[in-house]
């Protein structure tokens, strides 16, 4: 089987880091964007993620604007998109939610349910 990309939009760079790590030493691969604006580029310029991992408070465009503009392109339809955050601000969407600290296990196990390796 083939192995599909993990799109991570987190402006923490320690986060970022951390998350894109486990998941690459996990035979994930990823692509990483610092905000929303970034993410939105990414996915009209490159192929689709199997999964979007997002965070929702970020500078330059959130994650609630992200997820207004994402919904409003059909082209992105069908992109799985779970929250990261440590704010009760996930309570705006009704997305999965990861919350962090990130745990391994957890990080694993919802990414399992999305992406495939061989």
Same mark, same amino acid.
């Given at each position: 089987?083939t192995?599909?990309?993990?799109?991570?939009?987190e402006?923490?760079?320690?986060?970022?880091?951390?998350v894109?790590?486990?998941?690459?030493?996990?035979?994930?691969?990823?692509?990483?964007? @610092?905000? *929303?604006?970034? &993410?939105?580029?990414?996915?009209?310029?490159?192929?689709? %993620?199997?999964?979007?991992?997002l965070? #929702?408070?970020?500078?330059?465009m959130?994650?609630?604007?992200?997820?207004?503009?994402?919904?409003?392109?059909?082209?992105?339809?069908?992109?799985?998109?779970?929250?990261?955050? @440590?704010? *009760?601000?996930? &309570?705006?969407?009704?997305?999965?939610?990861?919350s962090? %600290?990130?745990?391994?296990?957890?990080? #694993?196990?919802?990414?399992?349910?999305?992406?495939?390796?061989h």
């Amino acid at each position: 089987m083939t192995t599909r990309t993990v799109l991570l939009v987190e402006d923490d760079p320690d986060t970022l880091a951390s998350v894109a790590e486990s998941l690459e030493e996990s035979g994930y691969p990823t692509a990483r964007a @610092a905000n *929303g604006a970034e &993410a939105l580029a990414m996915l009209r310029s490159s192929p689709l %993620p199997a999964l979007i991992l997002l965070d #929702l408070i970020m500078p330059v465009m959130g994650g609630l604007q992200f997820l207004e503009h994402f919904e409003k392109d059909p082209n992105l339809a069908g992109v799985p998109i779970v929250v990261l955050s @440590a704010s *009760g601000g996930h &309570a705006a969407t009704s997305r999965p939610l990861i919350s962090k %600290p990130v745990s391994l296990t957890t990080l #694993l196990n919802v990414v399992e349910q999305y992406c495939t390796v061989h």
